[in-house]
């Protein structure tokens, strides 16, 4: 029985650093003892609902990147071009950076090449990116004398430890197996179809064809829905905040800077369920605007078929195909 208790002892300790560590949760993502609760759909695993479990996809990759190429590519941007969707492969590169926002990274730029940066960025988020100051990409001049030095095992540590989000973590850690969900979808059926209910996370459209994040369209959420009123004087002020950031990263030495927003999923498949802001139109079209921009808005509405994986809030392999070949087109790439 004392042997029993250990091992029961030893498995939540390892469970717990699972939830705290990620260097312990990808080695038991490695050993199977975890799996990927995003693997239907970051929108399925909030609500659990069956209709809209899809498996991500493998897209393509372009296989395009080249060390002859003559642009050097830096990208600060969020969940759209994280590694698993966008890669240097993608483009006709010699080197390619991508940080994310809210973290900082340091960037050598080669004088010998073209030094490109590109601002991504979902609709969602635009507003709250640019109205405050934007200094993920920390560029050092001089690049022959003074290489970058590797992250301090302190720094390491800290980037490695997440307590702010251990009961999250935890949650994934012990409930992202099929058994859990079938139990989910169960609760999330019955809410659905006795009380018309759902996650407090996702909304459904009006015809309960499509599901949303609920930031996309509840419109007492701070300003990230497509439906919160935005002032001209807001347009304005963030168009202000864009060609500030670009004035500020060519001085430090790049050749271009371009704006990509995706709009949201909400924006294209139900942009009538109020009255929409028109956020990207009013930022790419205002004549103020000193950045060149990569528009995928006007393809996406244009589309066929939907651009959006069904239970996710990011693209499809077609709806990456179009941003990627508006990037190549719009960059000389």
């Known amino acids: 029985m004392r042997f029993l208790r250990y091992i029961v002892l030893v498995i939540a300790l390892v469970l717990w650093a699972g939830g705290l560590s990620t260097t312990v949760s990808h080695w038991l993502y490695s050993a199977g003892v975890i799996v990927d609760d995003y693997r239907h759909g970051d929108l399925y695993r909030i609500s659990a609902l069956p209709q809209f479990k899809d498996n991500q996809p493998q897209c393509p990759p ?31 590169v010699s080197h390619y950076q991508r940080v994310k926002w809210g973290f900082s990274q340091r960037a050598q730029l080669d004088p010998t090449k073209r030094n490109v940066l590109l601002l991504e960025t979902v609709e969602r988020h635009f507003r709250e990116h640019f109205a405050q100051p934007i200094n993920e990409l920390v560029v050092l001049r001089d690049t022959a004398q003074h290489p970058l030095p590797g992250a301090s095992w302190r720094r390491s540590l800290v980037d490695d430890y997440h307590r702010s989000d251990v009961e999250e973590r935890l949650a994934s850690t012990l409930f992202s197996h099929d058994w859990a969900f079938w139990f989910k979808e169960l609760k999330a059926t019955l809410t659905l179809n006795w009380f018309n209910r759902t996650s407090t996370g996702v909304s459904l459209s009006r015809d309960h064809k499509n599901i949303f994040l609920d930031f996309d369209t509840d419109t007492t959420r701070k300003k990230l829905s497509s439906f ?54 009013r930022i790419q079209e205002n004549p103020a605007l000193q950045v060149k921009t990569v528009n995928v808005y006007a393809p996406y509405k244009q589309a066929s078929q939907s651009p959006y994986l069904t239970g996710d809030t990011h693209w499809n392999c077609m709806g990456r195909a179009v941003w990627l070949d508006a990037v190549r087109r719009r960059l000389n790439l």
């Open 62 to 92: 372009s296989n395009r990147s080249s060390d002859t190429a003559s642009t050097n590519l830096h990208v600060i941007g969020d969940s759209f071009s994280e590694e698993e969707r966008i890669s240097q492969q993608d483009f006709a």
């Open 228 to 281: 919160v009123p935005l002032s001209d004087q807001e347009v304005n002020t963030l168009v202000d905040s864009v060609n500030s950031v670009a004035n500020r990263y060519r001085r430090l030495g790049f050749d271009e800077v371009y704006l990509s927003i995706i709009p949201n999923k909400a924006t294209i498949l139900e942009p009538n369920r109020g009255v929409y802001n028109h956020l990207i139109e």
